[in-house]
């Protein structure tokens, strides 16, 4: 456990950042769902809209740290060729 006063600061702000990637983290996921569902349904015009608002999402989690830039790259090739397989 954290003894020394700065031990202790740099634990509490750990938590909070924790809590704020967790956030980024997730909002990155339910755009990337949005687009898995649109998909799935077989939407071309919904898959492209939401891989639209998927792309920035996924970069800003680059610059946040949340994700590699070259996952979040490889991520939006692969979701892009899958939409336009559909249309």
């Given at each position: 456990?954290?003894?020394?006063p700065q031990a202790k600061?740099?634990?509490?702000?750990?938590?909070?950042?924790?809590?704020?990637?967790?956030?980024?983290?997730?909002?990155?996921?339910?755009?990337?769902?949005?687009?898995?569902?649109?998909?799935?349904?077989?939407d071309s015009a919904a898959a492209k809209a939401?891989?639209?608002?998927?792309?920035?999402?996924?970069?800003?989690?680059?610059?946040?740290?949340?994700?590699?830039?070259?996952?979040?790259?490889?991520?939006?090739?692969?979701?892009?060729?899958?939409?336009?397989?559909?249309?």
């Amino acid at each position: 456990m954290a003894n020394s006063p700065q031990a202790k600061k740099r634990a509490r702000q750990i938590e909070r950042r924790t809590q704020v990637n967790k956030a980024r983290r997730s909002r990155i996921r339910t755009f990337l769902r949005a687009v898995e569902e649109a998909i799935e349904s077989g939407d071309s015009a919904a898959a492209k809209a939401a891989l639209r608002a998927a792309q920035p999402e996924l970069m800003r989690g680059v610059t946040k740290g949340i994700v590699h830039k070259n996952t979040a790259s490889r991520k939006v090739s692969r979701l892009s060729a899958r939409v336009k397989a559909l249309g």
